[in-house]
C-alpha cells in the first residue's frame, strides 16, 4: 500500500526566513497531494494541495513543488511569522479511493 | 467548507466502558471518514462511514472495536468499545468536499482519556 514519509520532524526558523518541508510517497498511481496545518489543540486545517497534472502551485506566502519522477512534494513557506509555528501534514491519496496516507508531521517552530 | 461539529468535545471514561462519538454536518456530503490521532502522533484513518451499508476499516481497526454508523448523508456516530488506557487519543471526523471529493475537511476532535 502506500507509504508517506515527512521530514524533517522538527523544523525551527528566524522570522522571516523561509521553511522547506519534504514528503515522499510510494505509490506512483498517487494523485492528489494535501497539506494540513495542525495548531496545538485544533483541528487540521487545509493550507494548500497540489494535483499530479500540476508541477507547482502558489497561494501567497505559501507554494507547493511536485516532482512525479522522484515521487516527491514539498511545501515551501516564505517570510515566516511566528503564526506559522504549527504542525504541518502532507498526505497523498490514490485515485478513487479518497482514502489519505498522512505523513508523519513536522513541527515548525517560527522564532521572533 | 462544510461546517462540522463533534460531541462530546472531550471526555474522560473508565476502563472497559464504551463511548459514542457523533460528528454532524450541516449539510450533505457522500464520504465521510473517522480518524485518530495519538498523542503527538499523526493521523490514522480508521473506516469510511458508508450510508446505508457497513463502514468499510482500515487494516488493524475491526467492527467490534470501532462500530460507527451512518444513517444519513448529515449524521455519523463512532462507538470505542470496552476502552483501554491505549484507545486514549483525539478522534475526528472528516468529510469530503471539492470537485471529485478528494478534499478532507475536518471535524474539531473528541479527546478522549482512558483511565
Known amino acids: 500500500g502506500e507509504n508517506v514519509e515527512q521530514h524533517p520532524s522538527t523544523l525551527s526558523v528566524q522570522e522571516g526566513d523561509s521553511a522547506v518541508i519534504k514528503c515522499t510517497y510510494s505509490?506512483?498511481?498517487?494523485?492528489?497531494f494535501p497539506w494540513y496545518k495542525q495548531e496545538l489543540g485544533k483541528r487540521p486545517q487545509l493550507i494548500i494541495d497540489?494535483?499530479?497534472?500540476?508541477g507547482e502551485k502558489k497561494d501567497q506566502r505559501i507554494a507547493v513543488t511536485l516532482n512525479k519522477t522522484a515521487k516527491h512534494f514539498s511545501l515551501h513557506i516564505t517570510e515566516t511569522q511566528p503564526e506559522d509555528s504549527a504542525v504541518y501534514f502532507c498526505?497523498?491519496?490514490?485515485?478513487?479511493?479518497?482514502?489519505?496516507?498522512f505523513g508523519t508531521g513536522t513541527r515548525l517552530k517560527v522564532l521572533a | 467548507s462544510a461546517v462540522i461539529s463533534q460531541k462530546p468535545s472531550r471526555d474522560i471514561c473508565q476502563r472497559g466502558t464504551s463511548l459514542t462519538i457523533q460528528c454532524q454536518v450541516d449539510s450533505q456530503v457522500t464520504m465521510m471518514f473517522w480518524y485518530r490521532q495519538q498523542p503527538g502522533q499523526s493521523l490514522t484513518l480508521i473506516a469510511t462511514?458508508?450510508?446505508?451499508?457497513?463502514?468499510?476499516?482500515e487494516s488493524g481497526f475491526v467492527i467490534d472495536k470501532f462500530p460507527i454508523s451512518r444513517p444519513n448523508l448529515t449524521f455519523s456516530t463512532l462507538t470505542v468499545s470496552n476502552m483501554s488506557p491505549e484507545d486514549s487519543s483525539i478522534y475526528l471526523c472528516?468529510?469530503?468536499?471539492?470537485?471529485?471529493?478528494?478534499?478532507?475537511?475536518f471535524g474539531p476532535g473528541t479527546r478522549l482519556l482512558v483511565l
Open positions: 505509490d506512483s498511481a498517487s494523485n492528489y
Open positions: 472528516s468529510v469530503g468536499a471539492g470537485q471529485v471529493q478528494e478534499t478532507q475537511y
Open positions: 498526505a497523498a491519496t490514490l485515485p478513487g479511493t479518497y482514502k489519505y496516507i
Open positions: 462511514a458508508n450510508q446505508g451499508s457497513e463502514a468499510t476499516y
Open positions: 497540489i494535483r499530479s497534472n500540476v
